[in-house]
């Protein structure tokens, strides 16, 4: 497409329940990237894949936070047994290669509230 | 590990006013750099970059130097307009190891611009 789509725009969810965010990257692009935007707190790295090699997982969280991106395209950010401290905006993203040297594209994320 | 350190804010100031916002890093070997704005309501775009030492970045009537020996990246503009009141984020991205690909940002800084 001609953007990064992520869907939902909002999800309201309660306390424990397990989410999916999703994320659709420009078309060729092989590098997508998850951040996460809590309020006051700037961006932070969640988890990063660059074409089929192992993806660098660094900044989730906690173990409740995974992510998974099938041939090579749309990616599924999952959150199990939400807590409140889960709500934030998360932003997905890709570039053409690896690195950021023409920078990313970004989406306009999902709005996670758990109430 | 790697970091960047933006002034607080917010910053307020009338149309066709001087903006300043300063921005250090902390990164090991030959960091890429970057300013983001995001509008209200809208994603993080990408304003302007540098690649290396003493390049100077520019888009819109912004600018930004990269300097290498006050490891600094201050976002600059003559005269500002409303419309560009907006959060502005400086950000990183080192050029290997595997770090490579990640952006690493700033807490933003919020610019609100009065008639």
């Known amino acids: 497409g001609a953007g990064v789509s992520q869907s939902p725009s909002n999800k309201v969810t309660e306390k424990g329940k397990d989410v999916e965010l999703r994320c659709d990257p420009i078309s060729g692009h092989t590098a997508l990237y998850w951040y996460r935007q809590s309020l006051g707190q700037g961006l932070e790295f969640l988890i990063y894949f660059q074409g089929n090699s192992a993806p660098d997982k660094s900044g989730l969280p906690s173990d409740r936070f995974s992510a998974e991106r099938t041939g090579g395209s749309v990616s599924t950010l999952t959150i199990q047994r939400t807590q409140q401290e889960d709500s934030a905006v998360y932003l997905c993203?890709?570039?053409?290669?690896?690195?950021?040297?023409?920078?990313?594209?970004f989406g306009s994320g999902t709005r996670l509230t758990v109430v | 590990g790697d970091s960047v350190t933006q002034m607080e804010g917010p910053v307020t100031l009338s149309e066709e006013a001087f903006l300043t916002i300063n921005c250090t890093y902390t990164?090991?070997?030959?960091?890429?750099l970057f300013w983001y704005v995001q509008y209200p309501g809208e994603g993080l775009q990408l304003l302007l970059k540098a690649t290396k030492a003493d390049d100077k970045g520019s888009n819109k009537g912004f600018e930004a130097t990269y300097r290498k020996e006050t490891t600094s990246f201050h976002l600059e503009k003559g005269s500002v307009q409303v419309s560009d009141s907006a959060v502005y984020f400086c950000?990183?991205?080192?050029?290997?190891?595997?770090?490579?690909?990640?952006?690493?940002f700033g807490q933003g800084t919020i610019l609100t611009v009065h008639p």
């Open positions: 990164a090991t070997g030959y960091p890429s």
């Open positions: 993203a890709s570039s053409p290669s690896q690195g950021a040297g023409n920078g990313y594209t």
């Open positions: 950000a990183l991205t080192r050029g290997g190891g595997t770090s490579y690909g990640k952006l690493t």
